[in-house]
């Protein structure tokens, strides 16, 4: 994918944001993009390749959002990074004069994708690149699920340290008196908020809100889903102690 860049456009700065998403996992892809386009310039690409996908019926797309553009296939790995706003437009990639001459069933990263994204970093306008769309595939992130001093979310992400992500935001904390809450897992008590790793002890429980603003579960200095064996799915709750 860089060299087909390179080749269209050589002065194009290229950014690798991780090789690390957890394979054909479109959730975890989707929330990663997320969380870290606010911290690129107005007029980034960002070009993303979870694409279990490829080959089959989904559509290549480009979306313009915000002033910047978000390339990648139509399986929901773009939806999150709209945060629930209108795009400025989204566009089916079918002009096949921006893809390579051949292209493979098997790698639209580097067939369409790429040369797509350096195309439009050479001032290529979005509608040349083929036609509108109105409906495009979208992620939901989980509800969180609210009682009396209760709250009940889920897993949605575990990164390479093992940290176990929810879906549980800091906004959802914030009517809730902070120094009485506890944090549970499958039904098994894990202690109460801190505000870094540091704060508990080595090898302990670390539940806390991170740089995402969700909360999540940790273990200083070992990794929390190999000492609880969690999932993608398994509940989380938030109650208020008596």
């Known amino acids: 994918m860089k060299g087909v860049i390179a080749a269209i ?11 690390g998403v957890p394979a054909q996992n479109v959730m975890a892809g989707a929330l990663i993009l997320q969380h870290s386009v606010r911290y690129f310039a107005a007029g980034t690409i960002h070009v ?5 996908g490829v080959g089959s ?5 480009l979306i313009e959002h915000g002033g910047s553009y978000l390339i990648g296939p139509d399986n ?25 001459q051949d292209i493979s069933k098997t790698f639209h990263g580097r067939d369409v ?6 195309h439009l970093s050479l001032g290529v306008l979005p ?5 509108p769309l109105n409906t495009w595939t979208r992620l939901f992130m989980p509800r969180v699920l609210r009682g009396k001093n209760r709250l009940q979310g889920e897993i949605i992400y575990v990164d390479s340290s093992g940290n176990l992500f929810t879906n549980i935001h800091g906004r959802d904390l914030t009517e809730l008196p902070r120094k ?5 897992l499958a039904g098994s008590p894990l202690g109460g908020l ?41 509940k989380v709750t938030v109650t208020v102690a008596d």
């Not at 993303?48 to 279990?52: E, L, Y």
């Not at 089916?92 to 921006?98: I, K, Q, R, S, V």
Request: proline share 7%; net charge negative; aromatic share 6%.
């Open 180 to 184: 009485r809450l506890l944090v549970g």
């Open 113 to 118: 994708f790429a040369p797509v994204a350096a």
């Open 48 to 52: 993303v390749v979870v694409d279990p």
């Open 57 to 61: 019926a989904r559509k290549p797309i």
């Open 194 to 234: 801190v505000t870094n790793y540091a704060s508990a002890g080595a090898g302990e429980f670390a539940c806390l809100l991170n740089s995402w603003g969700l909360l999540e579960i940790a273990v200083n200095q070992d990794s929390a889903k190999k000492r609880t064996s969690a999932k993608i799915g398994d």
């Open 9 to 19: 456009n050589p002065e194009v700065q290229v950014i690798d944001l991780t090789h």
């Open 127 to 131: 509608m040349e690149f083929g036609k």
């Open 76 to 100: 929901g790995v773009l939806s999150l990074a709209l945060e629930d706003k209108p795009p400025d437009c989204v566009v089916e990639l079918t002009n096949p004069a921006y893809h390579l």
